[in-house]
């Protein structure tokens, strides 16, 4: 089965603070895609990676960048975090080819 | 932009029956439709997948579409109480991108 992971389970930082949200994927999956997940408002597309190096905005980009320098590896920052990117946040993978992604099991991260 | 609406219920089922969960979508031209389950505290897992206009079945799943009425559906029938989760729909874009419905929340009870 492919495995998505993310590196932390729960963070809390502080105000102002850059964060690094870490996601890796072991079955050399192409498209790699940051969500966040917030009550009320589901599921929202933040930034998304084609191929290494390839960046795309996603619906709510602001006030967050990605890395992609590897193919397994894909990382949402957090320029200056504020209080309102408390969330969960979901990583997820697929091949270029195949259906459905496959999500990580979440970071949920609290800004205080 | 793409927009993917879902009743956000919850829907209350007893155990046995079958559940109907709907979805509509604003894209006429979207082509690929996905149904995730995801528990609380849990990341979405992928339950079914549609395309093609008419039925799909998997199991106690099937999958619905409708194009010309822009309406998915996924029934489960003999429902369990291991059933009750959130479903999310979601729509194929760009890139590989999906758009996601907000979900609705299934309760079966025994």
């Known amino acids: 089965d492919v495995k998505v992971t993310q590196s932390s389970r729960y963070l809390v930082k502080r105000t102002g603070e850059k964060v690094f949200l870490e996601c890796v994927q072991d079955?050399?999956?192409?498209?790699m895609f940051w969500y966040r997940q917030d009550p009320g408002l589901g599921l929202r597309l933040i930034y998304f990676?084609?191929?290494?190096?390839?960046?795309e905005k996603g619906d709510i980009p602001e006030g967050y960048s990605v890395s992609r320098e590897k193919k397994e590896r894909f990382s949402l920052i957090l320029e200056s975090a504020s209080t309102n990117q408390t969330s969960m946040y979901l990583c997820?993978?697929?091949?270029?080819?195949?259906?459905?992604?496959?999500f990580g099991s979440g970071t949920r991260l609290t800004v205080v | 932009q793409k927009e993917v609406e879902q009743n956000s219920g919850p829907l209350s089922v007893p155990e046995g029956a079958i559940a109907s969960l709907n979805c509509t979508y604003s894209?006429?031209?979207?082509?690929?439709f996905f149904w995730y389950r995801q528990y609380s505290g849990k990341s979405p897992e992928l339950i079914m997948f549609?395309?093609?206009?008419g039925d799909k079945e998997d199991g106690r799943f099937t999958a619905q579409l409708n194009k010309a009425s822009q309406y998915v559906s996924l029934l489960i029938r003999d429902s369990q109480p291991s059933d009750s989760a959130t479903y999310l729909c979601?729509?194929?874009?760009?890139?590989?991108?999906?758009?996601f419905g907000k979900g609705t929340m299934l309760l079966v009870s025994p």
């Open positions: 997820a993978s697929k091949t270029g080819t195949g259906f459905g992604y496959t």
């Open positions: 079955m050399d999956h192409e498209n």
């Open positions: 990676s084609y191929d290494v190096k390839m960046k």
């Open positions: 894209d006429r031209g979207s082509q690929s």
């Open positions: 549609i395309y093609s206009n």
């Open positions: 979601a729509v194929i874009g760009g890139y590989s991108t999906l758009t």
